[in-house]
């Protein structure tokens, strides 16, 4: 075991001892208390009892000057440092002394045991322990990682920034140069018109009635309308009429919105549709307009023009099935009228042709006079009869009376056969009558089927006018007095986030993709 050398440095007798330390913050609390006698039972006798180390008296001594603490013995300076609560072998208190040490080097330490002035010894040589030497290598790594990962990401910020100025910023600032300066103000005309059903409230009924009066009565021909204001007809209509393409290929427009004189007919569509909207709302029935155009006068036209033909749009519409029905309708009206005229020609013609007003008249004329001759036959013949019952007849007398019977029943039998046999015209009245009936009863039919088709035709004239459609102008169109378009703050503010997004996508795809091929 090697023994550390300790130098020492002796006072000399003539020299002033050393002044003392500055009391520390327990002197306050060792004022005015006496040193404790060293006697058994005291609390030296138990410091003496726990065994410390030459080492650990020494630093107690340090620690009780460094104090301002006045003690005779090295145990009693450990008695006086517990009293005013300090642990003099904690670490802590140990680095204190240790610190305070170092600038009182080579200084001589006054004891008040004896009065000897004992040298002091050579601080010792602090290294660093190799944890601390770890802890201090670890500190400066972290430190390199963290200067590292700083401009690292100071980079990238600035080439995230760099990148927004160009693939956003750079967009926002043209697309705000064109709207702001460039842009050809635009005026717009709007106008709300509604369509309308004509309504019999006599002849609706039914499902029917409770749609009727109703936007859902007219949805269809709305969208219908909708579509043919949206379509190329009518483009190529006002283009006819007032003149689209003309208006949008003048040089006061600007390149973007200008039509080339040499445009085809999508460009001008396309131009169309960007200058004409036309919005449906179902909850209301309202079909709403909007014109678009580069004077207020040329808008106000091209409105009122696209109305003109919605209303047109409207009639023809519903004229075809209008026609349909009342085409149809007059068609069996004038078939039942036509077989009805026939009917009644022919009951004329067997009429005519039998000399026969009506077959139930001449069979009730025949029927009376076949009666009477019955009755005068009935008579004869009684008288006859008496005649024949006297014992002697006169035949003078029964002569007569038979042929007056013979004649009655020649005439009986004639009228019957005019009722059963044929005639000269090979007809008898029962055919003659029931011809007549079947043609009577041909025109009653007919009649009726008439009457039917007239009510068919009257039903079909009401349906046809219920199904007409009337274009009713809401709000009609005004002139404008100031542009309403380039709308500038709100498309820029659109350019500016449809290239946001368009950039968020591509670097989260080009992110994803990265991953995928480093995994």
Excluded at 99 to 106: E, F, K, N, Y
Excluded at 169 to 184: C, F, K, N, S, V
Aim: aromatic fraction near 6%.
């Amino acid at each position: 075991m090697k023994l550390k050398a300790r130098r020492f440095r002796i006072q000399p007798a003539d020299q002033a001892p050393l002044p003392a330390p500055e009391p520390g913050p327990a002197a306050a609390a060792n004022a005015g208390v006496a040193p404790p006698a060293d006697e058994p039972g005291t609390d030296i006798d138990a410091v003496r009892r726990e065994g410390l180390t030459a080492r650990q008296l020494r630093m107690a001594r340090r620690i009780a000057q460094k104090e301002g603490l006045t003690a005779s013995s090295d145990h009693e300076a450990v008695v006086l440092l517990r009293r005013a609560g300090i642990d003099p072998f904690q670490r802590g208190s140990l680095l204190d002394a240790a610190s305070a040490d170092r600038p009182a080097h080579g200084r001589a330490l006054a004891l008040s045991d004896g009065g000897a002035a004992l040298p002091d010894t050579a601080p010792p040589l602090v290294l660093p322990s190799p944890e601390a030497r770890a802890e201090e290598g670890q500190a400066d790594a972290i430190m390199r990682i963290q200067r590292d990962i700083a401009r690292r990401r100071r980079r990238k910020l600035a080439l995230l920034a760099a990148r927004l100025a160009f693939f956003v910023l750079l967009p926002t600032i043209l697309a705000g140069y064109y709207y702001y300066q460039l842009a050809t103000p635009l005026f717009a005309t709007k106008s709300e018109f509604v369509i309308q059903q004509a309504e019999n409230p006599a002849s609706v009924g039914g499902i029917g009635g409770l749609l009727s009066g109703t936007q859902f009565a007219t949805a269809q021909d709305s969208m219908a309308v909708q579509g043919y204001l949206q379509s190329r007809e009518a483009m190529q209509r006002l283009d006819r009429d007032i003149g689209f393409r003309p208006h949008f290929s003048q040089e006061g427009i600007d390149p973007i919105q200008r039509l080339a004189p040499d445009a085809t007919a999508e460009d001008a569509y396309r131009l169309y549709t960007k200058t004409v909207k036309i919005a449906y709302d179902p909850t209301e029935g309202i079909v709403k307009l909007e014109v678009r155009a580069t004077d207020p006068e040329t808008s106000v036209a091209y409105a009122t023009a696209l109305i003109s033909y919605a209303e047109e749009q409207v009639d023809h519409l519903t004229q075809r099935l209008r026609e349909d029905q009342m085409a149809g309708a007059r068609q069996i009206y004038d078939e039942a009228e036509a077989k009805m005229l026939a009917a009644q020609q022919r009951v004329v013609t067997l009429q005519e042709r039998f000399k026969v007003l009506s077959s139930e008249v001449e069979v009730s004329l025949i029927a009376s006079q076949l009666g009477q001759l019955e009755s005068q036959l009935m008579t004869e013949r009684l008288s006859l009869q008496q005649m024949q019952s006297n014992a002697q007849p006169n035949p003078a007398r029964m002569e007569p009376v038979r042929r007056r019977i013979a004649a009655l029943e020649a005439e009986v039998a004639t009228a019957r056969a005019r009722l059963t046999e044929d005639g000269k015209d090979g007809l008898s009245l029962a055919k003659v009558q029931g011809e007549l009936l079947v043609a009577q009863s041909d025109v009653t039919t007919r009649q009726l089927l008439l009457a039917q088709a007239l009510e068919a035709l009257e039903t079909a004239r009401v349906e046809a006018h219920r199904q007409t459609r009337y274009l009713s102008l809401s709000v009609r169109p005004v002139l404008p007095d100031e542009p309403a378009y380039p709308r500038a703050f709100e498309n820029t503010l659109v350019v500016m986030l449809i290239f946001a997004g368009i950039y968020l996508m591509i670097s989260m795809t080009v992110a994803i993709l990265r991953e995928q091929v480093s995994a």
